[in-house]
């Protein structure tokens, strides 16, 4: 069962553009919902989180919208750059499906890439 | 300023043959995890650790052991690498701070079995 299903897969846009990422989730019980950022050949590192009492945060040129009643959020990336290539991790932090600790739970990832 | 170190950044396995992947922090975190990257697949949990003496099964344990040597290292073992297990390794530890978690990560352990 996929807890956190992230769309699109890969996403091409223009120096400048919006570069919009989606993810819902379907445990109800998610308390915490980070972003990570990855480059290649190197690990994934934060981006931005957000906490589901908020419906929207702002730092630089990324925003997260959060929609608790749909359980969809978004990640917006404002006046994309080619050093925004990468790829974005969605994820959703409550107890793992099989029962023990609680952690993040991420979807399967979007390879963005910004177009000079 | 190391942060989480992982060893090695490269191997190639044949199949059937075993081998252990290395990896400190030195952050004094308590939890620290395993997962594979694959194309598509994302990240998937292969193991976990939430603190020093424990270890739990993830979505992807199979063909897999852990050890968590101390609060520092947390190893993952192959004991029979099968083509399958052609990935890319990620070793984590975890900061949390109530509900606000960051997961820092290695750089990663490419490994081919071949």
């Known amino acids: 069962q996929q807890q956190v299903k992230q769309s699109p897969q890969s996403l091409i846009v223009q120096k400048g553009g919006i570069s919009i990422i989606n993810c819902a989730y379907e445990?109800?019980?998610?308390?915490?919902f980070p972003w990570y950022q990855q480059f290649p050949g190197k690990g994934p590192a934060l981006l931005i989180a957000?906490?589901?009492?908020?419906s929207e945060k702002k730092e630089g040129r990324f925003t997260i919208s959060f929609n608790k009643s749909a359980k969809q959020f978004s990640l917006h990336i404002m006046d994309s750059q080619p050093g925004d290539s990468a790829t974005y991790f969605c994820?959703?932090?409550?107890?793992?499906?099989?029962?023990?600790?609680?952690?993040?739970?991420f979807g399967k990832g979007t390879h963005l890439i910004i177009q000079p | 300023n190391a942060g989480v170190t992982q060893t090695p950044k490269f191997q190639v396995l044949k199949t059937g043959q075993s081998m252990t992947l290395q990896c400190a922090q030195d952050?004094?975190?308590?939890?620290m995890y395993w997962y594979r990257q694959d194309p598509g697949m994302g990240l998937r949990l292969i193991y976990y650790s939430a603190s020093e003496g424990t270890t739990d099964k993830g979505e992807v344990p199979n063909g897999y052991n852990v050890s968590r040597l101390n609060k520092r290292e947390f190893s993952l073992r192959l004991e029979s690498a099968a083509p399958s297990q052609t990935s890319v390794y990620f070793c984590?530890?975890?900061?949390?701070?109530?509900?606000?978690?960051?997961?820092?990560f290695g750089s990663g352990t490419q490994l081919s079995v071949l």
């Open positions: 994820a959703g932090r409550g107890e793992y499906s099989g029962g023990g600790a609680d952690g993040l739970t």
């Open positions: 957000i906490r589901p009492d908020v």
């Open positions: 984590a530890s975890r900061n949390l701070r109530g509900v606000e978690e960051k997961l820092f």
């Open positions: 445990n109800t019980a998610f308390d915490y």
């Open positions: 952050m004094n975190h308590n939890s």
